[in-house]
């Protein structure tokens, strides 16, 4: 076989996503239709030095099967292997991210103080914009200072979305419909 990043397609509660796995871990999971999706990918298949094929693979039925999951709210956390491509200081806000509980959430300001460098709020917020693996790094988390939904890659009706699902009231709404 040769050596690509399988992709498949996920049309999500949210919107559709595109799943990618390279050698057994997840480096794609992101808004199909987003405005950066040429400039992502091209960032991927260059880090990689390898291209995108349409095919079946077990990595991509896991993340598949953990969405799956989250959107209806039996799983909190996921446990995938993830690649993430970018450069270190994108990789350290990615990991940060990944820190934020569910249910959570921060700011820009917050997210750059926790990472050593006030000043680096630009910074972070164009490495959260960078983020190619949405949901499980959960980009979807960071707000505005004012504490209002500010930019997202999926639209802001799907960041709106996502974050009612991890809220206490929304799920409490569950049970008792």
């Known amino acids: 076989m040769i050596e690509a990043i399988s992709i498949q397609y ?6 559709e996503l595109i799943l990618g796995s390279f050698q057994d871990q997840i480096v794609l999971a992101d808004w199909r239709y987003r405005k950066k999706r040429e400039e992502i990918d091209a960032r991927i298949r260059n880090g990689l030095k390898v291209d995108f094929q349409k095919r079946k693979c077990q990595q ?3 993340c598949r099967n953990q969405l799956e999951e989250y959107f209806s709210s039996a ?4 446990d995938l292997p993830l690649l993430f ?5 994108q990789k350290r806000v990615w990991q940060e991210l990944r820190n934020i509980p569910f249910g ?3 700011t820009y300001l917050s ?23 949405s949901i499980i790094v959960p980009c979807h988390r960071i707000i505005g200072t004012d504490g209002k939904l500010i930019g997202y890659a999926g639209g802001l009706p ?9 809220s206490e009231e929304y799920q409490l709404n569950l049970f008792e419909s």
């Open 75 to 78: 799983r909190k956390e996921f």
């Open 104 to 106: 959570k959430t921060e």
């Open 111 to 133: 997210l750059s103080k926790k990472m050593g460098d006030v000043k680096a709020i630009r910074a972070v917020a164009s490495a959260n914009g960078a983020n190619a693996i």
């Open 10 to 15: 996920y049309k999500s509660p949210v919107g």
């Open 60 to 62: 991509i039925e896991n």
């Open 158 to 166: 799907a960041k709106k979305k996502l974050l009612e699902l991890e």
């Open 85 to 89: 491509v970018g450069t270190d200081f």
